[in-house]
């Protein structure tokens, strides 16, 4: 996106970008669908659950196996489709903005990533051994294969969203939102938002999965703090003085 370019242009370049991204989404969901037997047994594995899945009509095999195309394609597309949304915004930005959105769009893929790693590896089957536990044994667990998949989306998307919480820091201390000597006095309310949203964030709602996503959060607070000092806006004259 450039500033010379017109609103039509301007549509025009967006519309690219949607269609190229729509593009590589449709292709890796495909390779996922293919790939539905391999999918299903990484979806299962943390909890070991495959053989208590059902399904209760005759639509819900291709759905489930469409839904986990689309999980899987979406996670494998999102590099790209962020480079997508990059591409558009960043010509129309100064130097030292394009040089900012580049490294937070690096860290945004990493932090995504990661989230979505640890809520799988070590969150998602405490989360569900959880849930089973609270039938005290007196109930058999039948689980429908559409539900599942969609638990399991959920649960390890939130998971990578809550990863993003140094990114938004750093955005919204660039934007001037907020400045960095307020969110180290302010960290009582942090807190409190974290835990905000590992309650409302995990579908399972098991205060040890809230626990599991709230501590690395303020963890990445904390770095997020670290990280609005460097990036926090620098003052008009000193960026006059770089520019000459």
Same mark, same amino acid.
């Not at 519309?15 to 729509?22: F, V």
């Not at 990059?86 to 030292?96: H, I, S, T």
């Not at 969110?183 to 905000?196: D, F, G, N, T």
């Given at each position: 996106?450039?500033?010379?370019?017109?609103?039509w242009?301007h549509f025009?370049e967006?519309? $690219?970008?949607?269609i %190229?991204?729509l593009?590589v989404?449709?292709i890796?969901?495909?390779?996922? @669908?293919? @790939?539905?037997?391999?999918?299903?047994?990484?979806?299962?594995?943390?909890?070991d659950?495959k053989?208590?899945? #059902?399904?209760?009509?005759?639509m819900?095999p291709f759905?489930? *196996?469409? $839904? %986990?195309?689309?999980?899987a394609?979406?996670?494998?597309s999102?590099p +790209?489709i %962020?480079? /997508?949304v990059?591409?558009f915004?960043v010509?129309?930005? $100064? *130097? =030292?903005?394009?040089?900012f959105?580049? #490294?937070?769009?690096? +860290?945004?893929?990493?932090?995504f990533f990661?989230?979505?790693?640890?809520?799988?590896? @070590? #969150?998602l =089957?405490?989360?569900?051994?959880w849930l089973e &536990? /609270?039938g &005290?044994g007196l109930?058999k667990a039948n689980?429908?294969?559409? /539900?599942?998949i969609?638990?399991?989306g959920l649960?390890?998307?939130? +998971?990578g &969203?809550s990863f993003?919480t140094?990114?938004?820091?750093?955005?919204?201390?660039?934007?001037?939102?907020?400045?960095?000597?307020q969110?180290v006095k302010?960290? *009582?309310? =942090?807190?409190v938002?974290?835990l905000l949203f590992? &309650?409302?964030a995990?579908?399972?709602?098991?205060?040890i999965?809230?626990g599991l996503m =709230?501590?690395?959060m303020f963890a990445l607070?904390i770095?997020?703090?670290?990280l609005?000092f460097? +990036?926090?806006?620098r003052k $008009?004259?000193e960026?006059? /003085?770089?520019?000459a």
């Amino acid at each position: 996106m450039s500033k010379d370019m017109t609103l039509w242009e301007h549509f025009g370049e967006l519309r $690219k970008r949607i269609i %190229l991204s729509l593009i590589v989404l449709i292709i890796f969901s495909t390779l996922s @669908y293919y @790939y539905w037997p391999v999918l299903l047994e990484l979806l299962t594995r943390p909890a070991d659950i495959k053989d208590k899945l #059902v399904y209760l009509n005759l639509m819900e095999p291709f759905v489930s *196996r469409f $839904k %986990l195309a689309l999980w899987a394609g979406f996670l494998i597309s999102f590099p +790209f489709i %962020l480079y /997508q949304v990059m591409a558009f915004v960043v010509p129309g930005l $100064k *130097r =030292a903005e394009k040089g900012f959105v580049f #490294v937070m769009s690096l +860290f945004m893929v990493i932090l995504f990533f990661g989230g979505v790693y640890f809520g799988y590896e @070590y #969150v998602l =089957a405490v989360g569900i051994t959880w849930l089973e &536990a /609270q039938g &005290a044994g007196l109930i058999k667990a039948n689980l429908t294969v559409s /539900q599942y998949i969609s638990f399991v989306g959920l649960f390890l998307l939130a +998971f990578g &969203a809550s990863f993003e919480t140094p990114i938004i820091i750093v955005i919204l201390v660039r934007l001037g939102v907020v400045r960095p000597i307020q969110l180290v006095k302010h960290w *009582r309310i =942090a807190i409190v938002v974290i835990l905000l949203f590992s &309650a409302i964030a995990t579908p399972d709602w098991s205060p040890i999965t809230m626990g599991l996503m =709230a501590i690395p959060m303020f963890a990445l607070y904390i770095l997020g703090v670290i990280l609005s000092f460097i +990036f926090a806006p620098r003052k $008009k004259k000193e960026l006059q /003085q770089n520019e000459a």
